[in-house]
């Protein structure tokens, strides 16, 4: 694998979260729970993005792993 993660998709991932629950985004591209880590990156450069969620509700995750505010959308997939 390259040291450039998968593009899953080009538009995030919407995904409901409680409060104070942790949840582990993928950072690799390889999961097939996407945003979600399934263990996939192992012996990878990568690792997963530990996100703890601020209160309960609808959060969007990056689904082109570009974003600079990872694990958060941050617009990144409009330039790619």
């Known amino acids: 694998m390259s040291d450039a993660p998968i593009i899953t998709q080009k ?3 919407a995904a409901e979260v ?3 629950k942790s949840y582990f985004w993928c950072a690799c591209g390889q999961s097939k729970r996407q945003p979600f880590c399934d263990g996939s990156h192992k012996g990878t450069a ?3 993005v530990k996100y703890t969620a601020d209160k309960t509700g609808k ?3 990056c689904g082109c792993k570009h974003s600079a505010n ?3 959308c941050d617009g990144s997939h409009s330039r790619l």
Do not use: I, K, S
């Open 59 to 61: 959060v969007f995750f």
């Open 11 to 13: 538009a995030p991932f």
């Open 18 to 20: 409680e409060d104070g």
């Open 46 to 48: 990568f690792t997963p």
């Open 70 to 72: 990872q694990p958060l």
